[in-house]
């Protein structure tokens, strides 16, 4: 069933890829021709937009490929990771062309803007504009749907673009109107200023994938699903962590059980907390570290136990402080919630 449903994702991603590829390559013989026809700085912006469009989306379309692929002798942990990577290219992308953006609307500024055939300009580029806007909104929403950080990060791209062009769009149509050329370049600046934020928070977002930056809203989420069923012999659960790379999900922490359950209770119990997760979150992959109980910590043990040294007699809260921190015995009463019962 997980195999068939990774097929599926595969094919949605690809599907996604090779469409966002073949409309970039129309965008951008449509607007480098309106340029040429234009002259206009802003334009050209578009333009130089949709160029890194082209290849952030060859690269997005390599990385899907590559991150499909299953775990092998030299990448165990599968090919994830590249989405990440594919992030980062795009967002370096896009930087670089809003600083090229810039360069050349400072020349047009000293030069002098010399446009032509504005009404031209402004059918290509609103045509584009709501193509891309179109178009971001599915790559967003299919990357989503398969838990691809490789299309969310192109459908920004290509709403981004799209947002470029409405930019651009309003400062052809007042050009059009004032005849103030002026303008021309210096809302090519602005969109170029706003390509700048887009390339910067995708970079961002790849260093946190490739740091493995902890994900807080996922992370609350996995403990809360652990303590949605929680056993009364879970005696404690710490050094908590997690990472993902790609769609999947690796999770690892220490368990605390009763110091008689034997080698095949444990791997039974750590088989049944994986099925648990995996209903949650279908390619998460799991890995315990089984610890066993301390006569002090019978206080903290609701489990009907015969081998008791203590009552029951204090609960602590499981929050992301303990069940990422130490273990319950090596916390002071006072570092943490304790009630009594």
């Known amino acids: ?11 949605i991603k690809k599907k996604a890829a090779f469409i966002s590829l073949f409309f970039g390559i129309g965008m951008f013989i449509s607007k480098i021709s309106a340029y040429f026809i234009t002259g206009s ?27 499909s692929m299953p775990e092998d002798e030299d990448h165990p942990y599968g090919h994830g990771k590249i989405e990440y990577f594919s992030a980062g290219v795009e967002g370096s992308l896009i930087l670089i062309a809003a600083l090229y953006i810039i360069y050349e609307a400072v020349q047009s500024i000293i030069l002098g803007p010399q446009l032509k055939r504005l009404d031209v300009g402004i059918a290509v580029v609103a045509a584009a504009g709501i193509i891309n806007l179109f178009l971001g909104w599915y790559l967003i929403r299919q990357g989503k749907k398969t838990n691809s950080l490789t299309l969310v990060a192109d459908g920004k791209h290509v709403l981004t673009d799209s947002y470029t062009s ?20 210096i809302f090519a600046i602005g969109v170029a200023l706003n390509i ?17 930056e902890v994900d807080k809203d996922l992370q609350q989420k ?16 710490h050094e908590f962590r997690f990472w993902q790379a790609g769609e999947t999900i690796f999770i690892d922490f220490h368990l605390i059980l ?8 444990s791997h039974t119990e750590e088989n049944e907390i994986e099925a648990e997760l995996k209903r949650v979150f279908p390619h998460s992959q799991l890995k ?19 081998e008791r040294t203590a009552a029951h007699i204090n609960n602590f809260a499981w929050d992301i ?3 990422t921190g130490k273990p319950v015995y090596q916390y002071q009463d006072a570092e943490l919630q304790i009630t009594s019962v």
């Open 222 to 237: 996995i403990l809360d699903t652990l303590i949605s069923f929680r056993r009364d012999y879970w005696i404690d659960i």
């Open 258 to 265: 009763p110091f008689y359950f034997s080698v095949r209770d």
């Open 166 to 185: 409405i930019g651009v769009l309003v400062g052809i149509i007042i050009v059009y109107i004032t005849n103030i050329h002026l303008f021309d370049p």
């Open 1 to 11: 069933m997980l195999i068939e449903k990774k097929l599926i994702d595969y094919k």
């Open 196 to 212: 700048l934020f887009t390339g910067y928070s995708l970079v961002k977002q790849s260093v946190k994938g490739l740091m493995n």
């Open 321 to 323: 402080k303990k069940m």
């Open 288 to 306: 315990i570290h089984f610890d066993y109980c301390l006569d002090d910590l019978c206080r903290f043990c609701k489990y009907d136990c015969k």
């Open 41 to 67: 700085a802003a334009i050209f912006s578009d333009a130089a937009e949709s160029v890194v469009h082209v290849l952030a989306t060859g690269m997005a379309l390599y990385s899907i490929i590559l991150s």
